[in-house]
């Protein structure tokens, strides 16, 4: 790649296409980490993960190592993992409760708000002590929390949260409200990862061209078992519909085809028949219908899958799903995958949940890691020969603008070009 | 014909389930069925022979790969596979179609199994618990895996001999950033 200024870069992304180097380059990259992944809003965990005070998961802000913690007054901090002394984490696990985080190598040790308290033979330090426990644990300076969702800023936001995130508010909305009691992160997630660039994770969560394709075997699967191979993918005149939000943000929406899942022979696509895959299926299903009705069981089954969210750069929520990417380099991505359950749903509810899980997703599931494979095989591609341009515009001459949302056709690419219109404006390389 | 096990009884945990010599005294004979069992149904998956394994497993059987470290039941956590011989018949058809690109080229994979520990079942008749630990080494695209961990196997005694009434295994990576893991452990 020739060299680019630190200010700005040529136009790498136009309206119609991309530059295949924003998913091979390792200096873009690094600008990617500098301005997007500490340049914008980007999830870091759930309330759900740190209800109470000393609760924390350590998770990452783009590559670097961060504790996302809960005081003893209720503050949520987000630290970097990184003991001010000699550079050592402070926290080894995945998540737990704890007051205090010790780094063991010289015995510096933080309460759970970043602060410094003690430091062993601390005469050596002399009356510079003080400046330390000043420091304490470096922090993210912006952290904020928008139903259940928190986010970390590490430069200076342009927008506040709840600004970010209104674009794509009646989903999370939706979302949040679709279970009694708000919806709750099933520990352990999936964590599961590919031989790609982090942005193909980003474009497939919002990218309905793909299902009827690469999810061919799943679609057989369901059609051996229910006799139909109806999905609502099946052709570009269906009832899907893709949209660009404001800020990046995008949306696959399949309301329309729930709707019509239980009439429409050509588009339906009934999660009920989901739910009944899993091991006894129907017999937690006959008693979920005579503990709620059946009307009431086959909503409470059905009415979480009905869009898949991309919140720019990192989240997603596919349908009772959520995802979260963490780009380790430009060809290596990693994954976590929680299921969510009810916080007061109805026990088998929640079971049935996972299993729908179980059965599409993670490292073994019947339709995720197909899509892996075909990331795989984009960063292997994509080098080969002169072409430097990616096509984007399909369905670009057939999209509809409401207001500032951009709809398009189920199969159309209206949702990655919001996408890197953001990617663009965070990057400064703006055609 | 024997009644399929009961949902209630308890998952075998090869790391809770150790006992000393002469604690589970069984006939000699049965030690041998189980290793001859074990190595057959790991010469069909290492074979691709899917379709025959299921002429191992009985008809009520439950395959279950944990997310979880020392996990003791599939119900209420998110699992890595939890099928029963509809799920894995699913499973199997669904390499079969062609279309499932994760195993196009399929996995080539090979296994060694030892550290073989059974005993009788406490809780039900004419069954018998089986510990082991496997060693695992999968290819794809010319990338190489290895994986370890433990199989517990709950068999049952039937018309042609022992079959394989329940199988957990137990990663010791499960709960690890994983690659493709689309082949029947």
Known sequence: ?431 | MTPPTPATISWPLASRDIWLPGEHPQPPEQRREVEELLAIEAALLDAGETRRWLELLTDDVLYWVPLAWNATSPAEQLNLVYDDRQLLSDRIYRIETGDAYSQDPPSRVTRLITNIRCRPSEELADHVIAHSVFCLTETRHERVGTYTGRYSHLLRREEHGLRIARKRVDLTVSDHVLPNLTFIL
Not at chain 1, 27 to 54: A, C, D, K
Not at chain 1, 273 to 297: K, T, V
């Open chain 1, 1 to 431: 790649m020739a060299r680019r200024s630190s200010e700005t870069l040529s136009p790498l992304v136009e309206q119609d296409h991309v530059s295949r180097e924003i998913y091979t380059d390792a200096r873009l990259f690094q600008l990617e980490m500098e301005r997007i992944f500490r340049n914008t809003w980007v999830y870091v965990g759930h309330e759900s993960q740190v209800r109470h005070p000393g609760d924390y998961v350590t998770t990452s802000l783009g590559t670097a190592p961060v504790i996302l913690a809960r005081d003893e007054d209720g503050e949520l901090h987000l630290l970097y993992n990184r003991c001010i002394h000699r550079g050592a984490t402070v926290c080894q696990d995945r998540r737990g409760n704890a007051n205090f985080f010790r780094c063991h190598y010289h015995g510096w040790t933080y309460r759970n708000n970043g602060s410094l308290t003690g430091v062993p033979f601390p005469r050596g330090y002399g009356d510079r002590i003080e400046e330390l426990k000043s420091q304490g644990l470096e922090r993210v300076p912006h952290l904020g929390s928008h139903r259940g969702f928190i986010f970390a800023h590490a430069g200076e936001p342009a927008r506040s949260l709840s600004d970010h995130l209104e674009p794509a508010d009646s989903y999370l909305e939706r979302f949040t409200d679709s279970v009694p009691g708000g919806v709750q992160l099933a520990e352990p997630p999936y964590r599961y990862s590919y031989e790609g660039n982090w942005k193909y994770q980003l474009e497939n969560a919002v990218d309905g061209y793909h299902p009827a394709l690469v999810h061919r075997s799943f679609m057989k699967v369901m059609g051996q078992r229910t006799g139909s191979e109806r999905n609502p993918y099946k052709s570009e005149e269906g009832p899907v519909r893709v949209k660009a939000l404001p800020h990046g943000h995008a949306v696959l929406d399949l309301m329309k085809a729930r709707t019509m899942s239980a009439r429409d022979e050509d588009y339906g696509d009934s999660y009920l028949e989901r739910a009944r895959m899993a091991p006894g299926g129907d017999a937690l299903i006959r008693e979920l219908q005579e503990s709620l009705g059946e009307e009431e069981a086959a909503r409470a089954l059905e009415n979480v899958n009905d869009f898949n969210l991309a919140i720019f750069p990192n989240l997603m929520i596919i349908q009772s799903q959520i995802r979260v990417l963490y780009p380790v380099s430009p060809s290596r991505t990693e994954l976590q995958a929680w299921a969510t359950v009810g916080e007061q749903a109805h026990p088998l509810v929640n079971q049935l949940r996972l299993r729908m899980q179980e059965v599409f997703n993670g490292p073994a599931g019947f339709g995720s890691p197909d899509d892996l494979e075909m990331f795989d095989r984009c960063q292997v591609g994509l080098t080969a020969g002169d072409v430097a341009r990616v096509p984007l515009w399909r369905g670009l001459d057939r999209e509809e603008v409401e207001d500032d949302v951009t709809i398009g056709r189920g199969s159309d690419e209206t949702p990655l070009r919001g996408q890197y219109k953001e990617w663009a404006h965070l990057m400064g390389s703006e055609s």
